[in-house]
């Protein structure tokens, strides 16, 4: 059974930073793509990051571009993100996400979800 648990998540102010860990189960994790989603209140949850198996891919969502960096150990069995000049805009519940692929492709559906982690950026 495959299970994920997020930690990391908290109050920041505005231009802090904050790593997020998503925690595998699974014997399969060091073969599945991994990403990060995130959804707002009262907004629908929307792509934030993925990462091939190896770690040798990495895709962003236009508005983290260059502020969030995602990784991996696949000896950990555990996937970051580390999130840097924080917004207020990016307040959000941040799920961690596993891939029944070992590779991302935009528009792929996940096949497991975490329970997320509240993630609240004050001005």
């Known amino acids: 059974q495959v299970q994920l648990v997020e930690s990391g998540g908290g109050l920041v102010q505005a231009g802090g930073s904050l790593r997020l860990s998503c925690a595998a189960s699974g014997r399969t994790f060091s073969i599945s793509a991994m990403g990060w989603f995130r959804q707002a209140p009262g907004k629908e949850r929307e792509f934030v990051a993925a990462?091939?198996?190896?770690?040798?891919?990495?895709h962003y969502s236009d508005s983290v571009k260059g502020r969030f960096t995602i990784s991996r150990d696949n000896a950990k069995n555990t996937v970051y993100l580390q999130m840097n000049s924080l917004k207020p805009e990016d307040t959000a519940v941040y799920y961690c996400a596993r891939y029944g692929r070992n590779y991302y492709l935009r528009g792929m559906e996940p096949s497991y979800w975490g329970q997320g982690t509240q993630v609240t950026v004050s001005s």
């Open positions: 990462i091939s198996w190896s770690g040798g891919t990495t």
